[in-house]
């Protein structure tokens, strides 16, 4: 049965929670307070890059199950569910969540319900936020009206968000109130009829969830990343390593895979704000401090590895880049580890030339003192080497013949292991630095 939704923030979570909501045949309104989005979104351009985004949302908008607005209050009148997926960064200068935006989007919400609708609190937002979310409700709402709020984290990522949303490990809502837990159940119903886990829990439980899982994961990378720097030291290969360890069902095989170091919009903010919950309730968190630690010091490892590999200084080299996202498949460079050692290595002194299959803007605005490049080709032209960062699946495809043939020294770091070293040896390239791999005997 069709669910009345109005979704408050259409970055890369709302959009594709709202576009998904409408796939499974629920009525959705995305709402942004930011113009320029709103108006590309009506003239059918998808402001983010998410493969098969476009083509679910045009499906969607055609059919009419969904539709954008930048007027909040006449949005979300006469919805049974107002989802709010707002953003929640960490506090300048402090590791907590910055509830700004949170905090607003409710009270704007609140004051404008005409019927009983449930909030539901989609961002990532630390315990205790459910709850004084509910308080804001409480102040804000129009007399005689009713609401509830309830917790229902999302897990999804970027570069595989619609598959992750439509087809989840697990959907977790936290709620007290039965009438806003049975809308929760309708919205998910179709999802749940084909088998989906759904685990109704305590609002608290639901909040630790999503931070007790996205630091589990950035565990996990810094964890086989400090294997690599052993698997190197003693002649091993960190890719065998983790198959051998990942074949263990008590570990598992993802999030293995060892390379420049975590970031993005979620891991680095989500581990500083879990510290920062423990530490306000005096519980040591000392795996994910060291998580964090260990990442931290990975980028001069990786600097370290580019150094070396330019006969131990990159001053005046020209390096070609190629990756500025945190990750392949997005065009998001919140947190990249790209973006902070391209600034390392300008600092020392290379002339950067970087690709990315994104175009992504925003790196172009971080990054001014750098030329970007449009094609692999371009940034390639004349380097000293070339320094593979992100592990975008374009890459693969490249002909490498082709690329150390327009390099001045055909020099290889590949920090995410996407080739096979013979294959890069054999096709022109005098030297391929990757990660975790000892040197050959
Ligand atoms: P985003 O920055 O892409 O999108 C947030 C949007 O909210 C922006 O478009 C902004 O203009 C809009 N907004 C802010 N205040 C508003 C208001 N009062 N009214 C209307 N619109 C408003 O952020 P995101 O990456 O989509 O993340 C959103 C939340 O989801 C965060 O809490 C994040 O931690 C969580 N999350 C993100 C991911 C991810 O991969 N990006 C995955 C899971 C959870």
Known sequence: MSVRIAIVGTGYVGLVTGACLAELGHDVVCIDNDKQKIEA?????????????DELVSRNVQRGTLRYSLDLPASVRGRDAVFIAVGTPSH?????ADLRYVVAATEQVASNIDQFTVIVIKSTVPVGTNRLVQSIVER???????????????????????????HPDRI??????????????????????????????????????KYAANAFLAVKISYINEIA??????????????????????IGGAFLKAGPGWGGSCFPKDTRALKATASEYVVPMRIVDAAIEANARRKDVVLKKIEAACGGSVAGKRLAIFGLTFKGQTDDVRESPSIDLVRALVERGARIHAYDPSQPAEAARLLPHICMCATPVHAIKNADALVILTDWKSFIDCDLRELSDYMADPVMVDMRNLFDEQA???????HYVRVGRGAER
């Open 424 to 430: 890069v040896r054999g096709n022109g390239f005098r």
């Open 140 to 166: 804000c709402l129009p007399e005689g009206q009713s609401a509830a709020v309830a917790s229902n984290p999302e897990f999804l990522r970027e570069g595989s968000a619609i598959g992750d949303f439509l």
């Open 92 to 96: 300048p200068g402090t590791d907590q």
């Open 41 to 53: 979104l009506n003239s059918g351009r998808i402001p983010i890059y998410e493969p098969g985004l």
């Open 172 to 209: 977790v809502f936290g709620a007290e109130n039965e009438q806003a837990m049975a809308i929760l159940q309708r919205i998910y119903a179709p999802l749940e009829q084909q088998g989906y886990e759904v685990l109704a829990t305590e609002i608290e439980t639901a909040e630790v969830i």
């Open 229 to 250: 720097d052993l698997c190197e030291a003693v002649g091993a290969d960190v890719d065998h390593v983790a198959t051998g360890i990942g074949l263990d069902h008590r």
